[in-house]
């Protein structure tokens, strides 16, 4: 039973432990080796921002700014929030160091805590981590969205993700004959069938209509599959840029299925959004999210610059991979070092330094400890072998290593020693 102190992480907020923390630098390895091989640098914009970025970026109407937002007066500055995406950051950074005189486009990816004050259950936290790329200036091409796509399709791949299924849309542009006429449209629908709405879709008529499309409530199903559909109203541009997304999908033999009610809940949308799902994460299961923004650079104030990016939650690709089997390896040791005397210990510092060199995880007894207690410990850490050093290996030069798993015991010189343990970890390793 664990201690109950007086603290405790906040609710919604948790710590990360071995030996799960393995998986997750398994996972942020992955992204810097795939996203790496696209063209993409890193980037770490701070944890907290102006309030007024958020606000104006992601939409004063959306759940993650009217009511999610961690934010509060700088000792009466300013108001400040923790960053609860990290889209606007990159964006601000991009007009504050004057990216768009770099050769266009720019390819930035992030990784990091970001904070929702949202109700914390299983895949949703009020401290999750994501891990994001964005795409900024150049052009609007079709053949960016689709790689983009397929990059995170392939960082999925990388790491084993399963029952991985990807939707796409287009949401078009902010024109009368385009989202803007559909929006109209749209709502004029949705007050005909207002009465048998619930109440969280009824207020959405009026602040967010095209939100009322992501909801999840049973009985509104029906109603919702009756309403006018999107694709039906873009724009020749959009609905062409659309078909072209789907071609080079297609041609990168990425695998996605056409999703009309999908249109993410942020502001800064347009054409282009898409969505990624996996298994074994119940009803939260979105892992990924993403979509074209290109109007929002020049609405923080920059040049007109076209975007591109996506979010990818980690404690739900971590809690995914993790449901699939592939939870990290125990944390054990590969060599104990157990001693016995002062002149054995001095050796016992050098092989273990030595060992560690190389590549070995080696734990050495701080004290000294009769070598049955030692070999119980080295045991309890899950230790593949244990190093016997006592007065007798010193005398004949020869050390003792015993492998725990079968209680056999060997005679080596020091060389012999490394030679021996190198040879049987790439065996493990190959195995
Ligand atoms: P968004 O920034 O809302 O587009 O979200 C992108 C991805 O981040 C989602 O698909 C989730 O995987 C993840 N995510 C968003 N909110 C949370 C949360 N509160 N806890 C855990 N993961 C989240």
Partial sequence: MANKSKFQAIKGTRDLLPPETGLWSHVEQTAHSVFSTFGFGEIRPPIFEPTELFARSIGLDTDVVSKEMYSFEDRGDSSVSLRPEATASVCRAYIEHGMAQLPQPVKLYYMGPMFRRERPQKGRYRQFYQIGAELLGGSDAPAID???????MTFFDRLGLTGVELDINSIGHAADDCRLGYVARLKSALELVKDKLGSDSQRRIETNPLRVLDSKLEHEQTIIATLPRIADHLCAD?????????????LRGVFFKENWRLVRGLDYYMRTTFEITAKGLGS??????????????????????????FA??????????????????????????????????????????????????????????????ALERADK???????????????????????????????????????????????????
């Fill in 284 to 309: 939260q299961n979105a892992v990924c999210g993403g979509g074209r923004y290109d109007g929002l650079v020049e609405l923080l104030g920059g040049p007109a610059t076209q975007g591109i990016g």
């Fill in 238 to 250: 959009c609905a062409a840029h659309y078909a072209a997304v789907k071609r080079q999908l297609e």
């Fill in 381 to 431: 850490l899950g230790s593949r072998y244990a190093l016997i050093l006592g007065d007798n290996e010193l005398s004949e030069g020869l050390w003792t290593l015993k492998t725990l798993a079968d209680g056999t015991q060997q005679k080596f010189t020091e060389p012999q020693l490394m030679e021996f343990l190198k040879k049987a970890k790439s065996a493990a390793q190959r195995s």
């Fill in 146 to 152: 689709a790689e983009v796509i397929e990059m995170v």
């Fill in 312 to 373: 990818i939650g980690e404690d739900r690709l971590i809690l995914s991979l993790q449901e699939a089997g592939k939870g990290a390896a125990p944390q054990g040791r590969d060599v104990y070092v157990a001693w016995m005397g002062e002149r054995a210990y001095a050796t016992a510092v050098r092989a273990a330094k030595d060992l560690r060199i190389v590549g070995f995880s080696v734990e050495l007894s701080p004290t000294e400890l009769k070598f049955g207690k």
